[in-house]
Protein backbone atom coordinates (compact mmCIF):
# COMPACT_ATOMS: atom_id res chain seq x y z
CA UNK A 1 0.00 0.00 0.00
CA UNK A 2 1.25 3.14 -1.05
CA UNK A 3 0.71 6.67 0.53
CA UNK A 4 0.29 9.78 -1.64
CA UNK A 5 1.05 12.98 -0.56
CA UNK A 6 0.04 15.83 -2.70
CA UNK A 7 2.94 18.64 -2.61
CA UNK A 8 2.62 22.47 -3.87
CA UNK A 9 5.81 23.47 -5.21
CA UNK A 10 6.44 27.47 -4.99
CA UNK A 11 9.91 27.90 -6.41
CA UNK A 12 9.51 31.58 -6.32
CA UNK A 13 12.35 34.20 -7.17
CA UNK A 14 15.71 34.64 -7.72
CA UNK A 15 17.52 31.68 -6.32
CA UNK A 16 14.30 30.00 -5.46
CA UNK A 17 13.79 28.20 -8.41
CA UNK A 18 17.86 26.87 -8.37
CA UNK A 19 17.74 25.82 -5.01
CA UNK A 20 14.20 24.00 -5.28
CA UNK A 21 15.34 22.15 -8.74
CA UNK A 22 18.22 20.38 -6.46
CA UNK A 23 15.91 19.89 -3.42
CA UNK A 24 13.54 18.21 -5.67
CA UNK A 25 16.10 15.98 -6.42
CA UNK A 26 16.92 14.89 -3.85
CA UNK A 27 13.22 14.39 -3.10
CA UNK A 28 13.10 11.96 -5.91
CA UNK A 29 15.82 9.93 -5.38
CA UNK A 30 14.68 9.47 -1.85
CA UNK A 31 11.31 8.50 -1.41
CA UNK A 32 10.86 5.48 -3.59
CA UNK A 33 12.68 3.76 -0.42
CA UNK A 34 9.53 4.71 1.33
CA UNK A 35 5.98 3.89 0.66
CA UNK A 36 5.05 7.57 -0.25
CA UNK A 37 3.99 8.66 -3.58
CA UNK A 38 4.52 12.11 -4.58
CA UNK A 39 2.27 14.06 -6.72
CA UNK A 40 3.79 17.70 -7.17
CA UNK A 41 1.78 21.15 -8.68
CA UNK A 42 3.91 23.83 -9.36
CA UNK A 43 2.53 27.39 -8.41
CA UNK A 44 4.07 29.85 -10.62
CA UNK A 45 4.06 32.70 -8.13
CA UNK A 46 6.84 35.83 -7.30
CA UNK A 47 7.79 38.54 -8.67
CA UNK A 48 7.48 37.53 -12.46
CA UNK A 49 3.71 36.76 -11.83
CA UNK A 50 3.17 40.25 -10.11
CA UNK A 51 4.98 42.43 -12.89
CA UNK A 52 2.99 40.06 -15.49
CA UNK A 53 -0.50 40.40 -13.98
CA UNK A 54 -0.40 42.64 -10.80
CA UNK A 55 -1.67 39.94 -8.86
CA UNK A 56 0.31 38.29 -6.04
CA UNK A 57 -1.94 35.24 -4.48
CA UNK A 58 -5.43 35.32 -5.61
CA UNK A 59 -7.73 33.40 -3.28
CA UNK A 60 -8.08 30.49 -6.43
CA UNK A 61 -4.38 30.34 -5.82
CA UNK A 62 -4.48 29.60 -2.01
CA UNK A 63 -7.70 27.85 -2.25
CA UNK A 64 -5.63 25.23 -4.60
CA UNK A 65 -2.65 25.61 -2.23
CA UNK A 66 -4.60 24.57 0.83
CA UNK A 67 -6.13 21.36 -1.03
CA UNK A 68 -2.36 20.34 -0.70
CA UNK A 69 -0.68 17.91 2.13
CA UNK A 70 2.62 20.28 2.09
CA UNK A 71 4.61 23.13 0.57
CA UNK A 72 7.92 23.50 -0.72
CA UNK A 73 9.21 26.76 -1.34
CA UNK A 74 11.97 28.58 -2.33
CA UNK A 75 12.16 31.83 -1.61
CA UNK A 76 10.40 35.07 -2.68
CA UNK A 77 10.79 38.69 -3.20
CA UNK A 78 12.72 41.30 -5.58
CA UNK A 79 15.50 42.57 -5.12
CA UNK A 80 15.18 45.57 -2.11
CA UNK A 81 14.37 48.81 -4.10
CA UNK A 82 13.61 47.66 -6.97
CA UNK A 83 10.77 50.82 -8.23
CA UNK A 84 8.78 48.21 -9.78
CA UNK A 85 7.99 46.40 -6.47
CA UNK A 86 5.72 48.17 -3.46
CA UNK A 87 7.95 47.58 -0.62
CA UNK A 88 6.35 44.03 0.79
CA UNK A 89 3.84 43.33 -1.59
CA UNK A 90 5.45 39.95 -2.46
CA UNK A 91 6.66 39.58 1.29
CA UNK A 92 3.44 40.07 2.96
CA UNK A 93 1.18 39.20 0.20
CA UNK A 94 2.43 35.57 -0.72
CA UNK A 95 5.35 34.19 2.19
CA UNK A 96 3.19 36.22 5.16
CA UNK A 97 -0.53 35.25 3.62
CA UNK A 98 0.58 31.72 3.27
CA UNK A 99 2.05 31.31 6.78
CA UNK A 100 -0.88 33.33 7.89
CA UNK A 101 -3.88 31.63 6.45
CA UNK A 102 -2.70 28.15 6.92
CA UNK A 103 -1.97 29.07 10.33
CA UNK A 104 1.68 28.31 10.36
CA UNK A 105 2.22 28.72 14.08
CA UNK A 106 5.27 27.40 14.76
CA UNK A 107 8.25 28.14 12.05
CA UNK A 108 10.64 25.71 13.56
CA UNK A 109 14.40 26.53 12.88
CA UNK A 110 17.13 24.04 14.07
CA UNK A 111 20.81 24.93 14.05
CA UNK A 112 24.03 22.41 13.83
CA UNK A 113 27.32 22.89 12.89
CA UNK A 114 27.76 19.55 10.66
CA UNK A 115 31.04 17.82 11.01
CA UNK A 116 33.61 19.64 8.75
CA UNK A 117 32.00 22.74 8.56
CA UNK A 118 34.03 25.83 9.22
CA UNK A 119 31.85 28.64 11.39
CA UNK A 120 33.06 32.05 11.78
CA UNK A 121 33.49 31.43 15.65
CA UNK A 122 36.80 30.65 17.68
CA UNK A 123 35.14 28.27 19.26
CA UNK A 124 31.69 27.25 18.71
CA UNK A 125 31.59 24.27 21.00
CA UNK A 126 28.73 21.59 20.36
CA UNK A 127 25.81 23.76 18.34
CA UNK A 128 22.25 21.41 18.27
CA UNK A 129 19.60 23.57 19.06
CA UNK A 130 16.33 25.01 17.00
CA UNK A 131 14.25 28.33 17.31
CA UNK A 132 10.80 27.74 17.77
CA UNK A 133 9.81 31.29 16.13
CA UNK A 134 6.10 32.06 16.59
CA UNK A 135 4.77 32.37 13.39
CA UNK A 136 1.12 34.25 12.94
CA UNK A 137 1.26 37.15 15.78
CA UNK A 138 3.78 39.70 17.23
CA UNK A 139 4.82 43.00 14.90
CA UNK A 140 4.09 40.80 11.85
CA UNK A 141 0.32 41.00 11.68
CA UNK A 142 -0.01 44.49 9.64
CA UNK A 143 -1.45 45.83 12.26
CA UNK A 144 0.36 49.34 11.55
CA UNK A 145 -0.63 52.68 9.77
CA UNK A 146 1.22 56.46 8.80
CA UNK A 147 -0.22 59.31 9.32
CA UNK A 148 1.27 62.86 7.91
CA UNK A 149 3.23 60.38 5.56
CA UNK A 150 6.24 62.15 3.93
CA UNK A 151 5.74 65.34 6.51
CA UNK A 152 8.51 65.84 9.08
CA UNK A 153 5.43 65.29 11.30
CA UNK A 154 4.76 61.74 9.75
CA UNK A 155 4.36 59.10 12.70
CA UNK A 156 4.78 55.46 11.83
CA UNK A 157 3.28 52.87 13.73
CA UNK A 158 3.52 48.72 13.67
CA UNK A 159 1.47 47.34 16.31
CA UNK A 160 2.74 44.01 17.76
CA UNK A 161 -0.40 41.62 18.62
CA UNK A 162 0.73 38.83 21.25
CA UNK A 163 -2.62 36.98 22.00
CA UNK A 164 -2.69 34.42 25.13
CA UNK A 165 -3.83 31.65 22.91
CA UNK A 166 -1.49 32.40 20.47
CA UNK A 167 1.78 32.31 22.82
CA UNK A 168 0.37 29.39 24.73
CA UNK A 169 -0.30 27.14 21.88
CA UNK A 170 3.38 27.63 21.03
CA UNK A 171 4.71 27.67 24.02
CA UNK A 172 3.08 24.35 24.32
CA UNK A 173 4.74 23.25 21.23
CA UNK A 174 8.25 24.03 22.13
CA UNK A 175 8.13 22.26 25.67
CA UNK A 176 7.16 19.38 23.97
CA UNK A 177 9.54 19.47 21.77
CA UNK A 178 12.59 20.19 24.68
CA UNK A 179 10.97 17.17 26.61
CA UNK A 180 11.65 14.67 23.69
CA UNK A 181 15.58 16.06 23.33
CA UNK A 182 17.88 14.94 25.58
CA UNK A 183 18.95 18.14 27.10
CA UNK A 184 15.92 19.01 27.90
CA UNK A 185 16.28 22.49 28.46
CA UNK A 186 14.07 25.56 26.91
CA UNK A 187 15.00 29.27 26.73
CA UNK A 188 12.60 32.01 26.54
CA UNK A 189 13.82 34.92 24.41
CA UNK A 190 12.34 38.20 24.59
CA UNK A 191 12.62 41.55 25.71
CA UNK A 192 10.44 41.67 29.01
CA UNK A 193 12.99 44.63 30.27
CA UNK A 194 11.11 47.06 27.69
CA UNK A 195 8.36 45.54 26.21
CA UNK A 196 6.63 44.81 29.42
CA UNK A 197 2.74 44.11 28.20
CA UNK A 198 3.83 41.45 25.57
CA UNK A 199 6.78 40.50 27.85
CA UNK A 200 4.77 39.75 30.77
CA UNK A 201 2.28 37.73 28.86
CA UNK A 202 5.02 35.19 27.56
CA UNK A 203 6.54 34.97 30.72
CA UNK A 204 3.54 34.21 32.75
CA UNK A 205 2.79 31.36 29.87
CA UNK A 206 6.08 29.97 29.79
CA UNK A 207 5.97 29.88 34.02
CA UNK A 208 2.17 28.10 33.70
CA UNK A 209 3.21 25.85 31.20
CA UNK A 210 6.42 25.15 32.70
CA UNK A 211 5.08 23.47 36.08
CA UNK A 212 3.43 20.50 33.45
CA UNK A 213 6.90 19.85 32.24
CA UNK A 214 9.07 19.33 35.85
CA UNK A 215 11.38 17.36 33.47
CA UNK A 216 12.31 20.56 31.27
CA UNK A 217 14.63 23.29 32.96
CA UNK A 218 14.00 26.73 32.04
CA UNK A 219 16.01 30.03 31.80
CA UNK A 220 15.06 33.48 29.98
CA UNK A 221 17.10 35.68 28.37
CA UNK A 222 16.87 39.11 27.17
CA UNK A 223 17.32 39.72 22.93
CA UNK A 224 20.12 41.82 23.38
CA UNK A 225 21.83 39.25 25.80
CA UNK A 226 20.97 36.00 23.41
CA UNK A 227 23.12 38.01 20.57
CA UNK A 228 25.70 37.66 22.92
CA UNK A 229 25.60 34.02 23.57
CA UNK A 230 24.69 33.24 20.12
CA UNK A 231 28.18 34.06 19.04
CA UNK A 232 30.02 33.65 22.75
CA UNK A 233 28.43 30.40 24.16
CA UNK A 234 25.67 28.94 21.12
CA UNK A 235 26.21 25.36 22.76
CA UNK A 236 24.70 26.45 25.62
CA UNK A 237 20.78 26.76 24.13
CA UNK A 238 18.72 23.72 23.32
CA UNK A 239 15.33 24.86 22.80
CA UNK A 240 14.01 28.61 22.09
CA UNK A 241 11.23 29.88 22.01
CA UNK A 242 10.49 33.44 21.11
CA UNK A 243 8.29 35.93 18.91
CA UNK A 244 8.06 36.02 15.36
CA UNK A 245 10.42 39.22 15.02
CA UNK A 246 12.98 38.00 17.32
CA UNK A 247 13.13 34.72 15.91
CA UNK A 248 13.64 36.19 12.55
CA UNK A 249 16.53 38.14 13.55
CA UNK A 250 18.11 34.90 15.70
CA UNK A 251 17.64 33.05 13.08
CA UNK A 252 20.22 34.82 10.32
CA UNK A 253 22.46 34.86 13.29
CA UNK A 254 22.20 31.39 14.04
CA UNK A 255 22.88 30.15 10.34
CA UNK A 256 25.93 32.94 9.64
CA UNK A 257 27.36 31.41 13.24
CA UNK A 258 26.74 27.90 12.10
CA UNK A 259 28.73 27.81 8.51
CA UNK A 260 25.94 30.28 6.34
CA UNK A 261 22.91 30.95 5.50
CA UNK A 262 23.05 28.79 2.56
CA UNK A 263 22.90 25.42 5.36
CA UNK A 264 19.94 26.82 7.19
CA UNK A 265 16.27 25.11 6.64
CA UNK A 266 12.86 25.64 8.06
CA UNK A 267 9.47 24.19 8.66
CA UNK A 268 6.36 26.51 8.66
CA UNK A 269 4.48 24.13 11.03
CA UNK A 270 0.87 24.15 11.81
CA UNK A 271 0.56 21.07 14.17
CA UNK A 272 -3.09 20.77 14.07
CA UNK A 273 -2.29 19.48 10.27
CA UNK A 274 -5.70 21.42 9.56
CA UNK A 275 -3.56 22.50 6.47
CA UNK A 276 -0.77 22.19 5.42
CA UNK A 277 2.80 22.99 6.46
CA UNK A 278 5.25 25.01 4.06
CA UNK A 279 8.86 24.05 4.04
CA UNK A 280 11.91 26.19 3.05
CA UNK A 281 15.05 27.88 3.21
CA UNK A 282 15.57 30.38 5.38
CA UNK A 283 17.49 32.42 2.82
CA UNK A 284 15.83 34.52 0.19
CA UNK A 285 15.75 35.22 -3.05
CA UNK A 286 19.42 36.83 -3.13
CA UNK A 287 19.10 38.87 -6.05
CA UNK A 288 22.95 39.43 -5.95
CA UNK A 289 23.52 35.91 -6.98
CA UNK A 290 20.40 34.37 -8.48
CA UNK A 291 20.76 32.99 -12.20
CA UNK A 292 24.58 32.23 -11.71
CA UNK A 293 24.15 28.41 -9.95
CA UNK A 294 26.13 29.92 -7.50
CA UNK A 295 23.18 29.49 -4.30
CA UNK A 296 24.13 26.68 -1.85
CA UNK A 297 20.82 24.33 -2.45
CA UNK A 298 21.94 22.72 0.96
CA UNK A 299 19.22 24.67 2.88
CA UNK A 300 16.28 23.62 0.13
CA UNK A 301 17.27 19.99 0.67
CA UNK A 302 17.75 20.20 4.29
CA UNK A 303 14.31 21.41 3.89
CA UNK A 304 12.97 18.15 2.18
CA UNK A 305 14.22 16.42 4.98
CA UNK A 306 12.26 18.47 7.71
CA UNK A 307 9.27 17.64 5.38
CA UNK A 308 9.66 14.03 5.67
CA UNK A 309 10.21 14.04 9.33
CA UNK A 310 6.97 15.79 9.69
CA UNK A 311 5.24 13.05 7.87
CA UNK A 312 6.83 10.80 10.10
CA UNK A 313 9.61 9.30 7.69
CA UNK A 314 12.61 9.52 10.31
CA UNK A 315 14.70 7.14 8.58
CA UNK A 316 14.42 8.92 5.01
CA UNK A 317 15.14 12.13 6.80
CA UNK A 318 18.41 11.06 8.92
CA UNK A 319 19.28 9.41 4.93
CA UNK A 320 19.21 13.18 3.41
CA UNK A 321 20.62 14.91 6.55
CA UNK A 322 23.84 11.89 6.31
CA UNK A 323 23.93 12.49 2.86
CA UNK A 324 24.11 16.63 3.31
CA UNK A 325 26.92 15.77 6.40
CA UNK A 326 28.90 13.55 4.06
CA UNK A 327 28.79 16.16 1.10
CA UNK A 328 29.67 19.00 3.87
CA UNK A 329 32.62 17.42 5.49
CA UNK A 330 34.49 16.38 1.87
CA UNK A 331 33.48 20.29 0.68
CA UNK A 332 36.23 22.38 2.23
CA UNK A 333 36.73 25.10 0.48
CA UNK A 334 35.80 23.86 -2.79
CA UNK A 335 33.66 26.18 -4.49
CA UNK A 336 30.40 24.02 -6.17
CA UNK A 337 28.05 25.23 -8.44
CA UNK A 338 24.57 24.82 -7.60
CA UNK A 339 23.43 21.80 -9.71
CA UNK A 340 27.10 20.26 -8.54
CA UNK A 341 25.82 20.24 -4.81
CA UNK A 342 22.65 18.88 -5.63
CA UNK A 343 24.25 15.79 -7.68
CA UNK A 344 26.49 15.23 -5.49
CA UNK A 345 24.13 14.73 -2.78
CA UNK A 346 21.84 12.78 -5.00
CA UNK A 347 24.59 10.53 -5.84
CA UNK A 348 25.29 9.54 -1.92
CA UNK A 349 21.24 8.54 -2.03
CA UNK A 350 21.66 6.70 -5.37
N1 LIG B 1 11.57 33.04 2.84
C1 LIG B 1 11.75 33.92 1.88
O1 LIG B 1 11.21 33.78 0.79
C2 LIG B 1 12.65 35.08 2.12
C3 LIG B 1 13.54 35.11 3.21
C4 LIG B 1 14.39 36.20 3.36
C5 LIG B 1 14.37 37.23 2.44
N2 LIG B 1 13.48 37.17 1.41
C6 LIG B 1 13.48 38.17 0.32
O2 LIG B 1 14.63 37.92 -0.50
C7 LIG B 1 15.11 39.15 -1.06
C8 LIG B 1 16.58 39.33 -0.71
O3 LIG B 1 16.69 39.50 0.69
P1 LIG B 1 18.05 39.63 1.48
O4 LIG B 1 19.14 40.03 0.54
O5 LIG B 1 17.80 40.40 2.69
O6 LIG B 1 18.34 38.14 2.03
P2 LIG B 1 18.90 36.84 1.29
O7 LIG B 1 18.82 35.73 2.26
O8 LIG B 1 18.22 36.64 -0.01
O9 LIG B 1 20.44 37.18 1.00
C9 LIG B 1 21.36 37.62 2.01
C10 LIG B 1 22.77 37.24 1.59
O10 LIG B 1 22.91 35.80 1.68
C11 LIG B 1 23.31 35.24 0.44
N3 LIG B 1 22.60 33.97 0.26
C12 LIG B 1 21.29 33.73 0.51
N4 LIG B 1 20.98 32.46 0.24
C13 LIG B 1 22.11 31.87 -0.18
C14 LIG B 1 22.43 30.55 -0.62
N5 LIG B 1 21.51 29.57 -0.67
N6 LIG B 1 23.69 30.28 -0.98
C15 LIG B 1 24.64 31.26 -0.92
N7 LIG B 1 24.41 32.51 -0.51
C16 LIG B 1 23.15 32.82 -0.16
C17 LIG B 1 22.90 36.27 -0.61
O11 LIG B 1 23.69 36.13 -1.79
C18 LIG B 1 23.08 37.58 0.13
O12 LIG B 1 24.43 38.00 0.04
C19 LIG B 1 14.20 40.24 -0.48
O13 LIG B 1 13.18 40.50 -1.43
C20 LIG B 1 13.63 39.61 0.78
O14 LIG B 1 12.42 40.16 1.18
C21 LIG B 1 12.64 36.13 1.22
C1 LIG C 1 10.82 37.60 3.81
C2 LIG C 1 10.38 37.74 5.23
C3 LIG C 1 8.92 38.07 5.28
C4 LIG C 1 10.69 36.49 6.07
C5 LIG C 1 10.38 36.77 7.54
O1 LIG C 1 10.68 37.85 8.04
O2 LIG C 1 9.83 35.87 8.17
C6 LIG C 1 12.14 36.01 6.01
O3 LIG C 1 13.04 36.93 6.48
C7 LIG C 1 12.26 34.69 6.76
O4 LIG C 1 13.04 34.65 7.72
O5 LIG C 1 11.59 33.73 6.38
MG1 LIG D 1 14.38 36.14 7.90
Given amino acids: MSRTLKLAVIPGDGIGPEVIAEAVKVLDIVVPSTDLVIEKTPFHLGVERFLETGDVLSEDDLAAISRHDAILLGAVGGKPGDPRIPAGIIE ?86 AAKRERKKLTLVHKTN ?15 VANEYPQVSVDYLHIDAATIFFVTDPARFDVIVTDNLFGDILTDLAAAISGGIGLAASGNI ?72 GDAIVARLA
Fill in 92 to 177: RGLLLKLRFSLDHYVNLRPTTIFPGVVSPLAHPGTVDFVVVREGTEGPYVGNGGALRQGTPHEIANELSVNTAFGVERVVRYAFEL
Fill in 194 to 208: VLVNAGSLWSRIVDA
Fill in 270 to 341: NPTNAFPSMFEPVHGSAPDIAGQQKADPTAAILSVALLLEHFGYAEAAARVNDAVAADLSERGTTVRRTSDI
